[in-house]
């Protein structure tokens, strides 16, 4: 994997993925909207591009992605509105899965949550019905592309260090996971064909992540 783009980079786990990626000398476009973000993401090594993927057609997102390995998406809406949640996380999403497969780009990799999906069993009167809703809708529809996806399924996100150490074997009174473990495992992820076609939910554990994500 020489070259990867992340969407949504400016995010905790995109900034700690970047950084990662760099190290191993790939080759990292780390898109944001703010402008202000610029400096932040190019501390990380990764080349900072300025862009609204929310207001961007599958065209214009598929000549953002073109000669890119793979595209990791790590946005989100971050709260706001249900028209907003939409708008980013299913919306865009979706043209970003249409646009990889339009422009050749055939690896994908979605960060979406532990519990995520068609069955989530949120309640419509919930305020986290939209995103769970939105995450679901997006995540259907990667499975059905012809990319050779992998979804990501962390728990509830700490600040804790990354120490690599997780479990797929998920126990519900502790879901804990670490953002920099989540990004350790997404840079692990885009280097292992083992973990394409697969859902993988995980959080903080015992187990070396290398073997955990052993099939």
Known sequence: MK???????????ALQ??????????????????PAQVDDVAATGATPVVHDVV??????????????????WSAGAGGGTPERTYAVDRD?????????ELAGVSRYVMVSYLGAGADHGVDPQDGFFAY?????????????SALSWTILGPGALTEEAGTGLITTAV????TNTA?????????????????????IGFTDGQTPLEQALTP
Do not use: Y
Request: proline share 1%.
């Open 3 to 13: 070259k990867v783009l992340i969407i949504g980079g400016h995010g905790k786990i």
């Open 17 to 34: 993925l970047s950084s990662l990626l760099t190290a191993d000398g790939v080759e990292v476009s780390a898109v944001i909207r703010n």
């Open 132 to 144: 769970a809703q939105a995450k679901a809708d997006a995540d259907t529809h990667l499975k059905a």
């Open 171 to 174: 126990d519900s009174n502790n």
């Open 179 to 199: 953002r920099a473990n989540v990004a350790l495992v997404a840079a692990a992820v885009l280097a292992r064909p083992d973990t394409v076609l697969r859902t």
């Open 92 to 100: 865009a999403a979706i043209r970003s899965m249409d646009a990889a």
């Open 55 to 72: 207001s961007s057609s599958v065209e214009e997102l598929a000549a953002l992605f073109a000669g890119h390995d793979a595209v990791v």
